[in-house]
């Protein structure tokens, strides 16, 4: 889809939806967002709609920040202290690997 | 219309061509049988190969694990133990792959390599002759789980005051992180050395050439920490199929009343009381299917054997007080899997006589490796201090000692404060004080110096037959120590007569036949596919059918979830039935099902098809069906059942599982010539890459000279 074709209210829409969007658990449909608005956002000359669009694309932009950083420290975590944590490691996990601890 | 092949296609001359390329691929292709597998020419592919594995219980793990992908090390054959230092400090192709000779494979160089193991990829064992003594068993067998606890007695717990195996070094109980193979000494080891001598022999310490002898050993296994974790994992459902990773030890008990009782009532039986015989089968060593156990258990469960047939054939006629119960136990070397599988179902009513019914118990132990001309009464000290028991206990030592009266033995009796060797009667002392007895050559330590290890074999019971017999006639032939065991046999069998109430006059006829002690010697610890083991054995399972004529596996292995037991069971339930059985006139349909005939039942008996002897004028055996109260008894450790992995009461003993485990060897070239052939190829790729590049961009300018000439031409 290319935004050149589009209005600038729909364009307000669709960042709007793609930000609502993200709510539902989605930290990518948050990425693309920041992704694909942020020339509409900050680069392209002021419009109307641009302030809005600006909104939306620093608030999706913190939230998938957030849902990384609290991913990576799960992650983190899970990776180093599975093995000690045991029962409730092995009831956490989808695969376990064989042979190793 | 010229007269072209009905082949051919007109306007098609590159048809042709194709045709007879393949024709010709095919031909060259056809003409070498192994045309695509470059791999062969590459890798030598070792086969006969004995792995050390995994085994787990409710806290460790022993035993050695590779990587997934193998562990690949330059071969270095190690000479000495000073030798050891190239290996693992001066040598400049880590990691190594250390090539031993049994006389080498002692802990303290096998600790060495496990503290150095980023240097050492493997060890390979290659056995040989036997050194003097060499035990990889724990000094104090089966120490947490026999009677001796510290509230049973503090003071004879954990071998305070006698160490039953001195010479043990607790090698099969430590963990390696690398493979540690056996190979057997044949081609393959030649194959191996005459490689390393070709390639990496170190010429006056100067640094060796590269293409190097390597080997790759292959033995990833799956469960990992212990029993409670291996059994979580495996029970867990996932999406997909759960993957098993490891499996319980445990096998089948075999036993055989005198007189039997109803097998499907289980629980006590009024005013019966039961002296139980018994002995252990298994036996293990550090590489676990390698055992041999010829004075570990051999010698016990021979004599027993013997002594059965010795007191079947005189008992016939004569009802006694007492029954006799003869019990062989599997998996005792793993924590008392057998007896501890026995006693709780004797508490819970799930056999057929329970623990009111035992009156006494003896038990054979270790009796082959007598150091003078006595054998060794062991009791218990603790329960010897009620005095019931200890009359008991004084009375069977005294109808052991009277029924050695012209032998060339005699029994004594050990020191009163000294406790039992590790023994299946240790289990049933842990349940009730019961009055027995364990027979041993020793009278404190062992005189077996290789305890559950490989080179407990015939050798070490000086089994020698003289070189000019062929298999048959050393089958025949009474060895000495086949004399001194059918003794003990007798002694035993007159002892079990005396408990059972016989009558006295008749004791001195019961003797056990010594070539029954010889045949079966020779048939479990030289050669199993013997004619006697093929006559008695059952044509159903051929697991008496062995290819190779090696002695069965005295390792007691998984519990498998179908009713198979391994070859060593069955030997011993088949030959049993044969000496203490009736031969009947059955066909072999009705032995299937005898319930049908009036005098056969099935609640007493178990009947079994015989494959009998081949008469001399035909070919076909003569197989009949025999009637014997000996039955096969689950013997899987309570543990499993109760689902209490981290018991401290019951064995909690599991193998891992693997995929697969294999052992190849090839020749490594230098990781500078691997990067530098890395490096080329990524270099081609980019120029190649680059080259397209620029004829991609300059196409017009590079092509356009050839297109106008055409152009002119229009």
Not at chain 2, 138 to 145: K, L, V
Not at chain 2, 259 to 286: C, M, Q, W
Not at chain 2, 440 to 451: G, K, L, S, V, W
Not at chain 2, 672 to 677: A, I, N, Q, S
Request: glycine letters at 6%; aromatic letters at 12%; charged letters at 15%.
């Amino acid at each position: 889809m290319n935004l050149e074709r589009l209005p600038n209210e729909e364009k307000l829409t669709l960042c709007r939806k793609y930000y609502f969007g993200g709510f539902a658990f989605l930290p990518f449909l948050w990425l693309v967002n920041v992704v694909w608005f942020f020339k509409e956002a900050f680069v392209k000359p002021t419009y109307t709609e641009q302030l809005q669009i600006k909104t939306y694309v620093k608030c999706s932009g913190l939230g998938f920040l957030l849902w990384v950083a609290v991913l990576t420290t799960w992650i983190t975590i899970f990776q180093h202290f599975r093995a000690e944590w045991g029962e409730v490691g092995d009831y956490l996990s989808f695969t376990i690997p064989l042979g190793i601890p | 219309m010229t007269g072209r092949g009905p082949g051919t296609i007109i306007g098609f001359p590159h048809k042709r061509k194709l045709v007879t390329s393949i024709k010709l691929f095919l031909f060259f292709c056809l003409s070498d049988v192994s045309c695509n597998s470059v791999a062969q020419k590459i890798y030598v592919e070792l086969n006969n190969t004995v792995p050390c594995v995994r085994l787990l219980n409710a806290t460790h793990q022993i035993g050695c694990q590779s990587s997934i992908s193998g562990d690949t090390g330059v071969i270095h054959v190690l000479e000495s133990e000073a030798d050891l230092e190239w290996p693992l400090s001066k040598g400049p192709n880590p990691p190594y792959m250390v090539l031993l000779e049994s006389s080498l494979f002692t802990k303290s160089i096998m600790m060495k390599m496990k503290n150095a193991s980023s240097r050492v990829a493997g060890v390979v064992v290659v056995p040989k002759t036997s050194p003097p003594e060499f035990s990889p068993h724990t000094t104090c067998p089966n120490e947490n789980t026999g009677v001796y606890t510290e509230t049973y007695d503090h003071n004879l717990a954990h071998c305070n005051t006698t160490v039953w195996n001195p010479r043990g070094n607790g090698l099969s109980y430590e963990e390696f992180d690398f493979p540690v193979f056996s190979l057997k000494e044949d081609n393959e080891t030649e194959v191996i050395k005459q490689c390393y001598f070709d390639h990496n022999r170190v010429v006056n310490g100067s640094g060796l050439q590269y293409p190097l002898c390597a080997m790759q050993l292959f033995s990833h296994m799956h469960a990992v920490t212990d029993t409670a974790t291996c059994m979580r994992r495996s029970s867990m459902d996932f999406s997909t199929s759960p993957v098993m990773v490891c499996d319980p030890l445990g096998g089948y008990n075999v036993c055989a009343f005198i007189r039997p009782y109803n097998s499907t009532a289980f629980g006590h039986k009024e005013n019966e009381s039961v002296v139980i015989a018994a002995a252990r089968l298994d036996s293990k060593a550090f590489f676990l299917e390698d055992s041999t156990g010829a004075e570990g258990s051999v010698s016990g469960f021979v004599t027993l054997l013997a002594a059965a047939q010795a007191l079947c054939e005189a008992t016939q006629e004569a009802p006694r007080t007492r029954n006799i119960l003869f019990a062989f136990f599997h998996g005792e070397v793993f924590d008392y899997i057998g007896s501890s599988r026995m006693v709780y179902d004797m508490k819970n009513n799930m056999f057929v006589i329970d623990l009111d019914n035992v009156h006494s118990i003896l038990e054979i132990g270790q009796v082959a490796v007598r150091s003078g001309t006595n054998l060794f009464l062991h009791s218990d000290p603790v329960s010897r201090r009620n005095n019931t028991v200890h009359d008991e206990v004084t009375n069977l030592v005294k109808n052991l000692q009277s029924s050695t009266a012209g032998l060339n033995f005699s029994f004594v009796e050990t020191d009163f404060s000294q406790p039992l060797p590790p023994s299946s009667f240790q289990r049933f002392l842990r349940a009730r004080a019961i009055p027995g007895i364990v027979l041993a050559d020793h009278q404190t330590d062992f005189n077996n110096r290789y305890y559950e290890s490989f080179y407990d074999n015939a050798a070490h019971l000086n089994l020698t037959y003289p070189s000019n017999l062929s298999p048959e006639e050393q089958l025949e032939f009474v060895t000495d120590t086949a004399k001194s065991l059918t003794e003990v046999a007798t002694a035993v069998a007159r002892t079990l007569f005396k408990q059972a109430g016989g009558n006295n006059s008749q004791v001195n006829k019961i003797n056990a036949d010594p070539k029954t002690v010889t045949q079966m010697l020779y048939g479990f610890l030289v050669r199993s596919n013997n004619s006697w083991f093929q006559v008695l054995g059952s044509s159903l399972r051929c697991v008496f059918c062995l290819s190779e004529p090696n002695p069965p596996q005295y390792y007691v292995g998984v519990a498998k979830s179908s009713h198979q037991a391994n070859a060593l069971t069955y030997l011993v339930q088949y030959l049993l039935a044969n000496l203490t059985g009736t031969a009947t006139n059955l066909t072999q349909s009705q032995c299937k099902k005898p319930d049908e005939l009036p005098n056969e039942s099935t609640y007493l008996y178990s009947y079994l098809w015989v494959q009998g002897m081949v008469p001399p004028n035909s070919t076909q055996r003569e197989s009949f069906c025999v009637r014997t109260a000996v039955r096969l008894v689950k013997a899987v450790s309570p543990a499993f059942d109760l689902g209490d992995y981290v018991s401290k009461e019951y064995s909690t003993w599991t193998k891992s599982q693997w995929k697969f485990i294999k052992a190849r060897i090839f020749l490594v070239a230098s990781r500078d010539l691997e990067m530098l052939t890395l490096g080329v190829g990524v270099a081609v790729l980019f120029t190649s890459l680059l080259v397209t590049y620029f004829v991609s961009t300059k196409a017009d300018v590079l092509f356009s000279s050839v297109r106008e000439p055409n152009n002119a031409a229009y």
